[in-house]
């Protein structure tokens, strides 16, 4: 007979701690798969971060060495593009 079967697959009437043990399972995974989600997550933007601040120091500190020699930053600017060009 094919159609909807309430009977489990022992022949009885699955037990009601059967589907709470199931249910916790199902959410255990769920937990498990958001978890795994916002760990890779965060440690993306975290990498993002250290990269961001890496070059804007690096940023800050040639504009110094630029300044010390006496080279005004639009100069610099435009001696990037002729040489870029």
Known sequence: MHGLNLIGTEGRIPSEGTQ????SARIAL????????SLL???GIGIVNI?????TERTRADRARRVA??????DVQIRRQ????
């Open 82 to 85: 002729c040489v870029t060009l």
């Open 41 to 43: 997550v965060g440690c």
């Open 51 to 55: 990269l961001l601040v890496s070059v």
């Open 20 to 23: 709470t043990a199931q249910s």
């Open 69 to 74: 020699r006496g080279c005004d930053f639009n």
């Open 30 to 37: 769920l937990l498990a798969v958001v978890a795994s989600i």
